[in-house]
């Protein structure tokens, strides 16, 4: 496959994209990440999503630690060309580090944020720390 559909993208200047995961039978939004240029191309060539971390400054296969990988069903580029969609079937239910099924499970409450989903897994038992 050639790689000019990469071409189409608009890169932000540190040459990333940010990009949503969404369960795709359900519709929950479950994480936002960034991609660059390789974890996009290797994220369609393997069909499991792979980020760029800002935080670690390296390619990041989404359950490299957890296991709870994300096989892609559908990657989509918005209207504007510089938002990615992945929709995924979340392996173990469970996409947040928190060991919640998304990464948004506060919610803003009379001022304040409150967890409003459960923890499906201890975090402990899912990142273990050699």
Request: charged fraction near 25%.
């Amino acid at each position: 496959m050639s790689a000019s559909w990469l071409d189409e993208i608009r890169w932000t200047e540190d040459g990333l994209a940010p990009v949503i995961a969404q369960q795709a039978d359900t519709g929950t939004v479950l994480m936002f990440a960034w991609m660059n240029r390789e974890s996009l191309a290797l994220t369609a060539a393997e069909g499991y999503a792979v980020y760029w971390s800002r935080s670690r400054g390296r390619l990041w296969r989404k359950g490299e630690e957890s296991g709870h990988r994300q096989k892609v069903i559908g990657l989509f580029l918005d209207c504007d060309e510089d938002v990615i969609l992945l929709k995924v079937e979340q392996e173990g239910g469970i996409a947040c580090h928190t060991g919640r099924e998304s990464c948004f499970y506060r919610k803003l409450v009379d001022g304040q944020w409150q967890a409003v989903d459960p923890v499906l897994k201890d975090p402990a038992t899912i990142y273990k720390k050699s």
